[in-house]
């Protein structure tokens, strides 16, 4: 079946550090990827996809390339902010499955200045 | 105003009480869907909704149901709440077009505590 792995929390940066969060996946389509950010007390929103292997999606300084050949969608961003810190769920959908997202357990960033 | 609502925000309850969530979305979208959110255990999915009259058990539906009573509108119900659905309730909705990927918004979860 589908699924999401991504690398567990806490990361802790400085402000300016480049940042990384891993993720793989599993699916037996061709699924579409995404990155998804809550902030402390809201909901969550997309912060990028990929519908594609090879696209990049991209957000405020944040990317995320779609790797076939390594099931992978690790977000990175080369300068991160206080304003960042936040819980960051990698996800999953694949239209032959006809259900909703699969979502990773979520990597909490914190950084400090 | 937000595209997605729900309500309430916050409740307290306790153990036996039956309890509804309602969510509401004026994006117009067919889909809609409800999370539970656990710590460590990122987002896992109730029930989802195609449309009116097409609704989905998702991975954890035991001790849940739910209502569509109409496009915009999504209740989830706990019949008798127990302690372990003391989580973040997250209601979503999308447009199920090939074009959009099933890209889902959010609504601002609803923090259910059980006693």
């Known amino acids: 079946g589908n699924s999401v792995t991504q690398m567990e929390g806490p990361v802790t940066l400085s402000e300016e550090a480049f940042l990384t969060i891993n993720c793989t996946y599993t699916?037996?389509?061709?699924?579409?990827l995404f990155w998804y950010v809550q902030y402390p007390g809201e909901g969550l929103q997309l912060l990028l996809k990929?519908?594609?292997?090879?696209d990049k999606g991209s957000n405020k300084g944040f990317e995320a390339t779609y790797r076939k050949e390594t099931t992978s969608f690790h977000l990175e961003k080369g300068s991160v902010q206080v304003s960042d810190s936040a819980v960051y769920f990698c996800?999953?959908?694949?239209?032959?499955?006809?259900?909703?997202?699969?979502f990773g357990k979520g990597t909490t960033l914190s950084v400090s200045s | 105003d937000a595209d997605v609502t729900q309500t309430p925000r916050n409740r307290i309850t306790k153990t036996g009480k039956r309890i509804m969530l309602e969510c509401s979305q004026t994006?117009?979208?067919?889909?809609m869907y409800w999370y539970r959110q656990d710590p460590g255990l990122g987002l896992r999915l109730i029930y989802y909704?195609?449309?009116?009259?097409?609704?989905n058990k998702g991975e954890i539906s035991d001790g849940y149901s739910v209502s569509r009573q109409a496009q915009a509108k999504f209740s989830l119900s706990l019949e008798s709440a127990i302690p372990n659905q003391t989580a973040l309730y997250f209601c979503?909705?999308?447009?199920?077009?090939?074009?959009?990927?099933?890209?889902?918004?959010f609504g601002p979860g609803t923090r259910l505590t059980v006693l």
């Open positions: 699916a037996t389509g061709y699924p579409s």
């Open positions: 996800a999953l959908s694949d239209p032959q499955a006809g259900t909703a997202l699969i």
């Open positions: 979503a909705t999308s447009d199920g077009t090939w074009s959009s990927y099933n890209e889902q918004f």
């Open positions: 909704s195609f449309d009116v009259k097409d609704i």
């Open positions: 994006k117009g979208h067919d889909r």
């Open positions: 990929a519908t594609k292997a090879d």
